[in-house]
């Protein structure tokens, strides 16, 4: 069916079924294809739309069934490892005006979901640590075995 007759059924295990089983081969698709930059926008464009598709539920009075009903996509989207993948082609393709488009729209469509927040902080977190770990041991020569060679310069020879 469509995505609203998969959305509007969401409650019946046959469409989740179906629709976590659309984000496996989305997931799938830019697992292997993690170095084609087109391939990685269009997956993180998809799992932005599908993100998008909890903002067409009525909030009717606003009760428990519709918060639900809100947060099952991203829910399945977070744990179809979509955020990470986007991160991961956000990362290889830093240069790549489609992919960070689409990969920043995802982003901020699955952080309404609390744990797809979390894993952000955490990610931050983590990189932050990282580069504070490498500034302190760095030292200047230390990509350098041995010392005698000292950086080399590239010249081109013309000639």
Known sequence: GSAGSIYNNSNSNGDSTTLAAMIRVIGLVMSIH???APIQAYGCDAFGRLAALDDFVDDDDND????AKKKWIREL???GNALRLGLQAMRVH???VGVQDRA???LLRLCSYEPAFDFLRQEKEMEEESDEEE???YE???EYEDDSIGPVL???STG
């Open 154 to 156: 590239q010249t081109s």
């Open 77 to 79: 989207l977070f744990e």
């Open 94 to 96: 830093p240069n790549h």
């Open 34 to 36: 993690v170095a084609d």
């Open 140 to 142: 200047y020569g230390d």
């Open 64 to 67: 428990d069934s519709s918060l």
């Open 104 to 106: 920043i729209v995802l």
């Open 135 to 137: 500034e302190e041991d």
